[in-house]
């Protein structure tokens, strides 16, 4: 119903930056709660950065990543972006992009919030 494709990771040095794009398709893109979520090897995929329906257009960011990252949407091309700023190695990971179209009880960083998942794109951050 819903499909996500992820695109612009790639590898930077610590304190780089780097911008993801996520299209989408199959449905009004104004309806979508979406997020980015990131894991890393041996680790808990872990919320990043949300942001609501178009009506309302609220984001919501992980304590680490505020004030370095930027959650935004495009109607137009219908896409998400995240803009990252003065990445760390630690930040290492492979990133997704998902998306719901129901309205949940959930924390918008919950990862079973999103029903629809993209294929991830790898952010690599070298020290």
């Known amino acids: 119903q819903v499909q996500l494709v992820e695109s612009g990771g790639g590898s930077v040095q610590a304190g780089g930056s780097l911008r993801l794009s996520c299209a989408a398709s199959?449905?009004?893109?104004?309806?979508?709660?979406m997020g980015w979520f990131r894991q890393a090897p041996g680790k808990e995929r872990e919320g990043v950065a949300a942001?609501?329906?178009?009506?309302?257009?609220?984001?919501t960011y992980a304590d680490t990543v505020k004030d370095r990252f930027t959650i935004s949407r495009d109607s137009a091309k219908n896409t998400l972006y995240l803009q990252m700023y003065s990445l760390k190695p630690e930040e290492t990971a492979m990133y997704y992009c998902a998306a719901d179209l129901r309205v949940l009880s959930l924390p918008a960083l919950a990862a079973t919030r999103y029903a629809y998942w993209g294929q991830g794109t790898q952010v690599t951050v070298s020290s």
């Open positions: 199959g449905s009004p893109y104004s309806t979508y709660y």
């Open positions: 942001i609501q329906r178009e009506l309302h257009g609220i984001t």
